[in-house]
C-alpha cells in the first residue's frame, strides 16, 4: 500500500510537470504564431494584442480624407528621384534614419516627397524620434508620404500613429513640368489585410483613374503579396484568396508597380504585367540594411544605397530597370 502510494504521488507530479510543459509548449507555439513580427518576438503581445481593425483604421482615415482632400506634389522635372525606407525599426538608436535623411536632404535633384512603408519604430513609445526626423524633412520644405506597419499599429499604437499622420488610405498625384501626372495610392495592410471597406475604396479610386490619364499608377504598402515562407507569423502576408483578388484588380486597373516592405530583404516578382518590388529593411545593427532611390520617368529603375555591413554576395548597390 505505502509503495503503491508512493507510486501514485510520483506518477501525479509527473503528469502535474507534463501538463506545465505541454501549457508552456502551447503558449509559446500560438506566441510565435501569433504575434512574431518581422524578426524579434514581442512577449507582451501573446497577451496584449489591443489595436483598431482594418475597417475601423480605414473609417477614420476616411472621416479626415473627406475634409482635407488629397495632395498634388509638383515635381521640377518629367524623371524624378524618390527616396525610399522601410522597416527602420527605430528604438535606442537612429543612425541608419540619420543617415537617409541627411542623403535625401542633400539630393537637391529630387522629388520635394520620399515615401515610408513601415515599421518605423520597434517598440511602444518610440515614435517621437522618429518622427523627429519627418520634422526635419518637412522643415526643409519637403513631405514624407507614410503607410504604417504592424509594429506601428500592435499594442495600441494606432491612435497614436493617427495624432501625426491622420490617415493610413490615401492617394495623392504628382504633376511634372511636361504636364504628365503619376498617382501613388496608399494602402494599409499593416495587419496582414486591406479589409473589405478599404478594398471596396481600392476598386474604385483606380476605376476613376482609369479615365484621368495617368502616365503612372503606383501602390505603396507595408505587408508584401507574394507569400515567401512562414517567418513572420500571421502579420505575414496576405491570405492567398486576397492575393489572388489584389494582384487581379491591380492588372485590370492599369497598377504598374506595388512597393512594399515587411520581409526585410529585397524580392522582385511580375505578375500579369504588374511589378511588385519589395524592398531591404533600414533597421539599425543588422547586415543588410539599405534604402531605395526610384526613378519614374518613361519607366521605372531602382538604386539600393547601403546604408551598414553586407554579407559576401549582397551587393553594395544595385540598379535594376523594368
Not at 537612429?94 to 518605423?120: K, Q, R, W
Not at 493617427?162 to 495610392?185: A, C, E, K
Not at 482609369?210 to 515562407?229: E, M, N, P, Q, S
Amino acid at each position: 500500500m505505502v509503495t503503491d502510494m508512493k507510486r501514485f504521488s510520483s506518477n501525479s507530479v509527473q503528469s502535474g510537470i507534463d501538463y506545465v510543459r505541454s501549457i508552456v509548449r502551447f503558449m509559446l507555439f500560438w506566441g510565435v504564431l501569433l504575434t512574431c513580427s518581422c524578426n524579434r518576438l514581442d512577449v507582451v503581445g501573446m497577451f496584449y494584442t489591443e489595436s483598431a481593425g482594418s475597417d475601423e483604421r480605414f473609417a477614420q482615415s476616411q472621416e479626415y480624407n473627406s475634409t482635407h482632400g488629397f495632395d498634388t506634389v509638383l515635381v521640377a522635372q518629367d524623371n524624378y528621384r524618390v527616396y525610399i525606407m522601410t522597416d527602420i525599426h527605430v528604438d535606442n538608436t537612429t543612425i541608419n534614419l540619420d543617415t537617409f535623411t541627411s542623403a535625401y536632404l542633400e539630393d537637391a535633384d529630387a522629388a520635394p516627397f520620399c515615401l515610408c512603408l513601415g515599421d518605423l519604430i520597434n517598440g511602444k513609445g518610440y515614435q517621437p524620434k522618429f518622427l523627429a526626423y519627418v520634422d526635419r524633412i518637412r522643415a526643409a520644405g519637403r513631405q514624407v508620404y507614410c503607410t504604417p506597419g504592424n509594429h506601428d499599429i500592435y499594442f495600441g499604437q494606432w491612435n497614436v500613429y493617427r495624432d501625426y499622420w491622420h490617415t493610413s488610405s490615401y492617394y495623392f498625384v504628382v504633376q511634372t513640368p511636361s504636364g504628365l501626372q503619376d498617382m501613388y495610392i496608399c494602402l494599409d495592410s499593416s495587419n496582414g489585410t486591406l479589409g473589405a471597406a478599404q478594398r471596396a475604396w481600392l476598386e474604385k479610386v483606380l476605376q476613376e483613374a482609369g479615365t484621368a490619364g495617368y502616365r503612372h499608377i503606383v501602390c505603396f504598402t507595408h505587408t508584401h503579396l507574394w507569400k515567401k515562407d512562414q517567418s513572420q507569423g500571421h502579420t505575414s502576408n496576405f491570405a492567398l484568396e486576397e492575393t489572388y483578388d489584389l494582384a487581379d484588380l491591380f492588372s485590370r486597373y492599369g497598377v504598374e508597380l506595388v512597393l512594399q516592405g515587411h520581409s526585410h530583404h529585397r524580392n522582385l516578382t511580375r505578375f500579369k504585367n504588374v511589378l511588385y518590388l519589395r524592398l531591404d529593411k533600414m533597421q539599425d545593427h543588422y547586415y543588410n540594411s539599405f534604402y531605395t532611390i526610384l526613378t519614374a520617368g518613361t519607366d521605372f529603375s531602382w538604386q539600393y544605397v547601403a546604408v551598414g555591413p553586407q554579407h559576401e554576395g549582397y551587393n553594395e548597390v544595385k540598379i535594376e530597370g523594368r
